[in-house]
């Protein structure tokens, strides 16, 4: 399949945890990678797989997966942290590449 | 440090060819890698466009396909994307990046690391 799901916004109070989602058929066979995208800027990898972080990204965020789900988790979301999120991964063929169609979040 | 760059021109008429170039530094294409092409147009989501593994292979998105070449000059370091015929649904910000996928997960894991600025192109006459 070459679709990935996710919910167009969420809004997270300061310093709370917020869970962002991204379903598809692909996430059976593998796992998301996560992207922070502010405006006019380019997006920026913040978590891959279970728990993988580049180097420089905080703690805070972690990704998880289950089943044909992925989540990235925001833990004590910050201000800096209000963006759009998106989720990717390869298709279930391991041929072309899919994003989800993002999630605004909006820290309160 | 790993830097990519798009260029091209910023205005295409409907009907032509859209003619992108990433420049990369900081790593040579042909060491390993994929290299892609994703666009973002106005107030939407990230599209991937296509991608092209060092070796050569090309992965388009299908909905895409009939019209999109991504090749690789190693030469000068860069990578081209041209995309035929294209319409106002075309304008968007276009980027490039560098694609990894790993293996000694318990799935594999794909993501683009490092990404260019963007350039925006827009399709007018």
């Known amino acids: 399949s070459s679709e990935l799901t996710q919910d167009p916004a969420v809004s997270v109070a300061l310093g709370q945890t917020v869970r962002i989602t991204c379903q598809g058929d692909?996430?059976?066979?593998?796992?998301a990678s996560w992207y922070q995208q502010k405006p006019g800027r380019a997006p920026v990898l913040v978590a891959y797989?279970?728990?993988n972080r580049p180097s420089g990204i905080p703690d805070r965020f972690s990704g998880s997966s289950s089943g044909n789900t992925a989540s990235l988790t925001i833990t004590g979301a910050q201000a800096e942290d209000e963006a759009d999120y998106y989720c990717?991964?390869?298709?279930?063929?391991?041929?072309?590449?899919?994003f989800g169609g993002g999630t605004k979040v909006t820290v309160l | 440090q790993v830097q990519l760059q798009e260029s091209g021109p910023g205005l295409v008429k409907p009907s032509e060819t859209l003619s992108l170039t990433c420049v990369v530094s900081g790593y040579s294409i042909t060491s390993g890698f994929f290299w892609g092409w994703i666009r973002q147009a106005p107030g939407k989501g990230l599209e991937c466009i296509g991608s092209m593994y060092y070796s050569g292979s090309t992965y388009y998105n299908p909905s895409l396909n009939s019209r999109v070449t991504i090749s690789i000059d190693k030469s000068k370091n860069h990578f081209s994307l041209e995309l035929d015929s294209v319409t106002a649904a075309d304008t968007a910000v276009y980027y490039c990046?560098?694609?990894?996928?790993?293996?000694?997960?318990?799935?594999?894991?794909?993501?683009?690391?490092?990404w260019g600025r963007g350039t925006v192109v827009t399709v007018s006459s």
């Open positions: 692909s996430l059976r066979s593998h796992y």
């Open positions: 990717n991964s390869r298709d279930s063929n391991d041929n072309h590449v899919i």
């Open positions: 990046a560098r694609g990894e996928q790993r293996s000694g997960f318990d799935y594999p894991i794909f993501y683009f690391e490092y």
């Open positions: 797989a279970r728990g």
